[in-house]
């Protein structure tokens, strides 16, 4: 079976459980962070294992299901787990979910992970907006016989992450009084936590947060012409900033730490979505 059957087949499942419901907002939700979906409105739960054609997700603090509700207006699909190159997938595959999103109809796509700071001025549970990224991993989603209804061959990448959405959360959290840090996101293909040189390599490069997602589905989804608005909470310092070891259940305690900030920064983007800005 091609990628783009297995495409078809997600995408003929959901559409069928979803009935009449038409999502506009996607969200990929990181590393501790999946008890977002929680919170929608008259949810509807999708297991990944359910869906024909579609991968399963292997990681401690991601639930591995799709939950489907409402907020602010918005109907969102949201992803309780992603896939990551270091399972094995090739990132075409861990990809495919964007594509579905696209295919479903979403016009917007939040992404969110958790990320190793690596800009000094950064501390543990700070959270940061997406400006640009590094594809530090050595392959690319977009590699192979290209899907032309997604998009060009060779898509543009100035604004992957939509500056007039990223300008209005910074804008509405300031209001708020929330702190909001704004950077570049580095991804290394994991699933080992980066050496100290390889932190410092990184900041050289200009980046402030380092991790082992994002990058592949936001390329994809630039591609597909997605508004995407990219979040990382800096669950902690990268190697080598601070003596302490790096351990995964420490990365999923912060991020419950931060939970409520991070909720409400969601919040006010799907806010400025329903608002049509």
């Given at each position: ?116 700071g690596v800009n000094l001025n ?156």
């Open positions: 079976m091609t990628l783009r059957d297995r495409i078809n087949q997600s995408t003929a499942y959901l559409k069928e459980k979803l009935g009449d419901l038409r999502p506009q907002v996607g969200m990929i939700l990181g590393s501790g962070l999946g008890d977002y979906a929680d919170q929608l409105e008259n949810k509807i739960e999708i297991p990944y294992a359910d869906i024909p054609g579609f991968l399963k997700s292997t990681v401690e603090g991601h639930r591995g299901q799709f939950v489907v509700g409402t907020k602010a207006g918005l109907t969102i699909l949201a992803m309780q787990g992603r896939f990551h190159y270091y399972e094995g997938y090739s990132q075409q595959e861990i990809t495919l979910p964007v594509r579905v999103m696209r295919l479903l109809g979403i016009e917007t796509l939040f992404i969110t992970n958790a990320a190793g950064f501390a543990e549970g700070a959270l940061m907006v997406i400006t640009d990224h590094i594809n530090y991993s050595f392959a690319n989603p977009l590699i192979g016989a290209n899907m032309d209804d997604f998009g060009p061959r060779f898509p543009d990448m100035t604004t992957v992450y939509t500056p007039d959405l990223r300008a209005e959360v910074l804008q509405r959290a300031e209001t708020e009084g929330i702190q909001l840090n704004q950077g570049v996101y580095a991804m290394f293909s994991g699933p080992n936590y980066e050496t100290p040189a390889e932190v410092r390599f990184a900041r050289i490069m200009g980046a402030d947060a380092v991790g082992m997602s994002t990058v592949p589905e936001a390329i994809v989804a630039a591609q597909s012409g997605l508004r995407v608005l990219g979040l990382s909470c800096i669950t902690n310092m990268a190697a080598g900033v601070l003596p302490e070891a790096l351990d995964h259940a420490d990365v999923v305690v912060v991020a419950a730490r931060v939970r409520q900030t991070f909720t409400r920064v969601l919040d006010l983007a799907l806010e400025i979505v329903a608002d049509g800005k």
